[in-house]
């Protein structure tokens, strides 16, 4: 028993003796020191870009390519906090996935790429936080334009996401089709129109058909709307179509569907109505600023082969004189309109990191950032007004745009439409029909049609 309690007490001493050898805990980091690797935390965005895609005939090649070089950087400059994880989603399923993954308590990201477009269906949806507090204490918040602010806000003040970039629509022309200069009004359209077409030319290809849900709503159509002095709803969350000026408008584009003035495969869907401007068999494109991106390989009227298969084909042709930028047609007395949407960050409600996201937000924010930004991803005119004056933005390009919308009044095609992805199926289901399915119907009782379909759905 003696020898047990001896040998018990010798392996105690021996145990304390190690213990105290052992290494001392790690101290806490001081502050502004780089945390432990341990505690490095993933923050998760959603973009419609893919950094692992590099495929270089990809339609979001510059998106993609933009990612691959700045999670680098953003990882570099955040080493230590911040693990820059992205999660590709298709642009067109982006906002009903998050829906969807917010009403079900799933994962949703620390911040997720967006559309103004898409705002009122995410807010519907409680899908984001208000970033109103946050945002007004930073200090680019002074130098946004107020436009683009307001393309973010919410019916009920909130700021539902941040704008880093505008992305006004336009009128892309080839100008030696138009030797006498763009028409400035539906009538000088309408008589170039039948001079083209002498030649076996069109005088405009635009996003005419009902594909990806009724898209071509919120580009020519509504430019034709909107110029001639019409819209889509009262501003008071209606539809109004039928009104004299939508009218007017319809039977403007029915007129230049019927004439022969417009090429088939404007109605082909899948973006080929493309196809008729690169080859310049159609003298004019009205799309967004944006669509300079993917309108590759081009060749002038006078043969001229901008065939680099990227966005420096259009750009090159701007720079050369061959393309021009444009307003919309506009009736004596009108202005030009044309839809405006921005493209930014929104938070999500059930973040894990918001914090990852203000940190993020605030690097994009940065002179070093934002402009590389805005020409990317973006492919627009800068939210932050500093941007816009550098250097970056006084090519051709953003000359010519820049005129164009000074001369425009532009505004979001929603108007205060919510039930925005009902409302552009039912708008463009129902222009197409009187311009290009059966022009015989009469145009007041289709846009009451889809007007009254609306308005019952509220």
């Given at each position: 028993?003696?020898?047990?309690?001896?040998?018990?007490?010798?392996?105690?001493?021996?145990?304390?003796?190690?213990?105290?050898?052992?290494?001392?805990?790690?101290?806490?980091?001081?502050?502004?020191?780089?945390?432990?690797?341990?505690?490095?935390?993933?923050?998760?965005?959603?973009?419609?870009?893919?950094?692992?895609?590099?495929?270089?005939?990809?339609?979001?090649?510059?998106?993609?390519?933009?990612?691959?070089?700045?999670?680098?950087?953003?990882?570099?400059?955040?080493?230590?906090?911040?693990?820059?994880?992205?999660?590709?989603?298709?642009?067109?399923?982006?906002?009903?996935?998050?829906?969807?993954?917010?009403?079900?308590?799933?994962?949703?990201?620390?911040?997720?790429?967006?559309?103004?477009?898409?705002?009122?269906?995410?807010?519907?949806?409680?899908?984001?936080?208000?970033?109103?507090?946050?945002?007004?204490?930073?200090?680019?918040?002074?130098?946004?334009?107020?436009?683009?602010?307001?393309?973010?806000?919410?019916?009920?003040?909130?700021?539902?996401?941040?704008?880093?970039?505008?992305?006004?629509?336009?009128?892309?022309?080839?100008?030696?089709?138009?030797?006498?200069?763009?028409?400035?009004?539906?009538?000088?359209?309408?008589?170039?129109?039948?001079?083209?077409?002498?030649?076996?030319?069109?005088?405009?290809?635009?996003?005419?058909?009902?594909?990806?849900?009724?898209?071509?709503?919120?580009?020519?159509?509504?430019?034709?709307?909107?110029?001639?002095?019409?819209?889509?709803?009262?501003?008071?969350?209606?539809?109004?179509?039928?009104?004299?000026?939508?009218?007017?408008?319809?039977?403007?584009?029915?007129?230049?569907?019927?004439?022969?003035?417009?090429?088939?495969?404007?109605?082909?869907?899948?973006?080929?109505?493309?196809?008729?401007?690169?080859?310049?068999?159609?003298?004019?494109?009205?799309?967004?600023?944006?669509?300079?991106?993917?309108?590759?390989?081009?060749?002038?009227?006078?043969?001229?082969?901008?065939?680099?298969?990227?966005?420096?084909?259009?750009?090159?042709?701007?720079?050369?004189?061959?393309?021009?930028?444009?307003?919309?047609?506009?009736?004596?007395?009108?202005?030009?309109?044309?839809?405006?949407?921005?493209?930014?960050?929104?938070?999500?409600?059930?973040?894990?990191?918001?914090?990852?996201?203000?940190?993020?937000?605030?690097?994009?924010?940065?002179?070093?950032?934002?402009?590389?930004?805005?020409?990317?991803?973006?492919?627009?005119?800068?939210?932050?007004?500093?941007?816009?004056?550098?250097?970056?933005?006084?090519?051709?390009?953003?000359?010519?745009?820049?005129?164009?919308?000074?001369?425009?009044?532009?505004?979001?095609?929603?108007?205060?439409?919510?039930?925005?992805?009902?409302?552009?199926?039912?708008?463009?289901?129902?222009?197409?029909?009187?311009?290009?399915?059966?022009?015989?119907?009469?145009?007041?009782?289709?846009?009451?049609?889809?007007?009254d379909e609306y308005n019952a759905g509220g």
């Amino acid at each position: 028993m003696k020898r047990a309690w001896t040998t018990l007490v010798f392996v105690l001493l021996i145990g304390f003796v190690l213990s105290a050898c052992a290494a001392p805990a790690a101290a806490p980091s001081a502050p502004g020191e780089a945390a432990p690797a341990a505690q490095v935390r993933d923050f998760i965005t959603w973009y419609q870009y893919d950094e692992k895609n590099e495929d270089p005939a990809s339609d979001e090649r510059v998106g993609n390519q933009y990612l691959r070089d700045t999670i680098p950087q953003f990882n570099e400059a955040f080493a230590g906090k911040w693990r820059w994880v992205n999660q590709p989603k298709a642009w067109d399923r982006m906002t009903a996935e998050l829906v969807a993954a917010v009403q079900a308590g799933g994962d949703v990201p620390d911040l997720f790429e967006m559309g103004s477009s898409g705002l009122t269906e995410l807010y519907k949806n409680g899908a984001l936080q208000d970033l109103r507090e946050w945002a007004s204490a930073q200090s680019w918040y002074a130098d946004m334009d107020p436009n683009a602010l307001k393309a973010c806000t919410g019916p009920d003040g909130g700021l539902y996401c941040i704008p880093i970039a505008e992305r006004p629509h336009l009128v892309y022309v080839w100008k030696d089709r138009f030797p006498e200069g763009f028409p400035t009004t539906p009538e000088g359209y309408l008589a170039a129109g039948e001079r083209l077409k002498a030649e076996g030319l069109y005088a405009m290809t635009f996003f005419g058909s009902t594909d990806f849900n009724g898209n071509g709503a919120t580009r020519a159509v509504f430019m034709a709307f909107a110029s001639f002095g019409g819209g889509y709803d009262d501003g008071e969350g209606n539809m109004l179509l039928n009104r004299p000026e939508n009218v007017a408008a319809v039977e403007f584009l029915r007129t230049m569907v019927q004439s022969g003035y417009v090429p088939e495969i404007a109605f082909a869907g899948g973006f080929q109505e493309e196809e008729a401007f690169k080859d310049a068999s159609a003298g004019s494109f009205p799309t967004g600023l944006f669509g300079y991106r993917y309108v590759n390989p081009l060749t002038a009227p006078n043969g001229t082969k901008y065939s680099k298969g990227n966005e420096e084909d259009m750009l090159d042709a701007i720079a050369a004189g061959d393309v021009i930028l444009r307003p919309f047609p506009a009736p004596e007395g009108k202005t030009p309109g044309c839809n405006n949407e921005v493209t930014g960050f929104g938070i999500p409600v059930g973040a894990k990191n918001p914090e990852a996201a203000y940190d993020y937000i605030n690097w994009i924010m940065s002179p070093e950032q934002n402009a590389d930004w805005v020409l990317r991803p973006g492919a627009g005119f800068p939210a932050l007004m500093t941007t816009r004056a550098s250097e970056q933005f006084q090519t051709p390009f953003y000359k010519q745009a820049g005129e164009v919308v000074a001369a425009s009044a532009c505004r979001p095609w929603h108007g205060s439409l919510e039930r925005r992805p009902e409302a552009l199926r039912l708008i463009m289901n129902a222009v197409y029909r009187l311009i290009k399915e059966d022009p015989t119907l009469d145009i007041a009782t289709e846009l009451q049609r889809a007007q009254d379909e609306y308005n019952a759905g509220g």
